[in-house]
């Protein structure tokens, strides 16, 4: 119960401050939040402890949206990082520590540190309804499809089809759902079945 006001005290303090802030939703105790105001938290939404939501634009020109849609469980410390949109469909659920942008550090100039080089933008990050993302998973510029699994320290820069379960560095696809016999197969790592 006492939980349950503590939200709501929370919600009541903070649901101004963000682009949209949906009703039951919280950040338990964020470890930074940068761009709230391009920040869209639907319903029910829960941030689990100490994650770090950034939604700043490279420039002001080009605006950013971070946006988590309706029953979104996020794990504990993820870093969602989004420079020009990153976008989580219904009732995506994320494990701890995962790394998810739409953006990368430039590392093209040798004579300066990577840390003195401008951020580039990539492409925008689009993650399907009911995708589970396992634990240290980084997400880059990519679209995931719809009831994806993403296995546990999978690295994805390629874009993933609904239906499929993915793992490995790089990211590969290793089975799909095939409608046609109602059953998940596996596929070779581009996602054709495999008979």
């Known amino acids: 119960m006492i939980e349950s006001i503590r939200n709501k005290i929370w919600y009541f303090l903070n649901r101004g401050k963000y682009l949209n802030l949906g009703k039951g939703s919280i950040i338990v105790s964020p470890l930074k939040l940068d761009g709230k105001k391009n920040i869209s938290i639907g319903n029910c939404v829960i941030i689990k402890y100490k994650s770090w939501l950034a939604s700043v634009p490279l420039d002001a020109a080009t605006g950013s949206l971070l946006e988590f849609g309706d029953g979104c469980c996020i794990g504990n410390f993820n870093h969602i990082y989004a ?3 990153v976008i989580f469909g219904r009732k995506v659920l994320t494990a701890d520590k995962v790394y998810i942008s739409d953006n990368l550090h430039g590392f ?12 580039k933008q990539t492409n925008e990050v689009h993650i399907g ?10 997400i880059m510029g990519c679209t995931i499809g719809k009831h994806c699994v993403i296995g546990a320290n999978a690295v994805v820069t390629k874009n993933i089809p609904d239906h499929s379960v993915v793992v490995g560095i790089p990211a590969k696809i290793i089975k799909r759902y095939c409608f046609k016999t109602n059953s998940w197969k596996k596929t070779d790592p581009s996602g054709n079945f495999i008979d």
């Not at 093209?108 to 951020?119: C, F, G, R, V, Y």
């Open 129 to 138: 309804d009911g995708t589970w993302i396992g634990e240290n998973v980084c």
């Open 108 to 119: 093209e100039d040798i004579t300066k540190a990577i840390l003195d080089q401008p951020l």
């Open 83 to 85: 420079t020009k949109k």
